[in-house]
């Protein structure tokens, strides 16, 4: 079992920037890679980020390349998203989710294996 919690979210204005954290906990040495995951009101869960855990290959969503930075802190088990230039479009909850095996793609939800609570970010005008 893996247990993530998200963290970081919160009011933030067009252009600004927020971090959030995502700390793992439990079998955290069979984590492949985790990732980053929004979702807004009446629309699907989207891809944002990933990164491998061991190896620290970073994926993007064209959507936030540029503006998103995937990174993590091995010693500590935590991943964050380094959000900056934020849009009103970023307005979603955010989640942070894990996989324990490779897999060709990152970016499908369907993939993941463990699920955080989600953080909820609402970018301002």
């Known amino acids: 079992q893996v247990q993530l919690v998200e963290s970081g979210g919160g009011l933030v204005q067009a252009g600004g920037s927020l971090r959030l954290s995502c700390a793992a906990s439990?079998?955290?040495?069979?984590?492949?890679?985790l990732g980053w995951f929004r979702q807004a009101p009446g629309k699907e869960r989207e891809f944002v980020a990933a990164?491998?855990?061991?190896?620290?290959?970073?994926y993007y969503a064209d959507s936030v390349e540029g503006r998103f930075t995937i990174s993590r802190d091995n010693a500590r088990n935590t991943a964050y998203l380094q959000m900056n230039s934020v849009k009103i479009e970023d307005t979603a909850v955010y989640y942070c989710a894990a996989v324990l095996v490779r897999r060709p793609r990152l970016s499908s939800s369907h993939d993941y294996d463990y699920w955080g609570q989600g953080t909820q970010v609402t970018v301002s005008s």
């Open positions: 990164l491998t855990w061991s190896g620290g290959t970073r």
């Open positions: 439990g079998r955290t040495s069979s984590i492949y890679a």
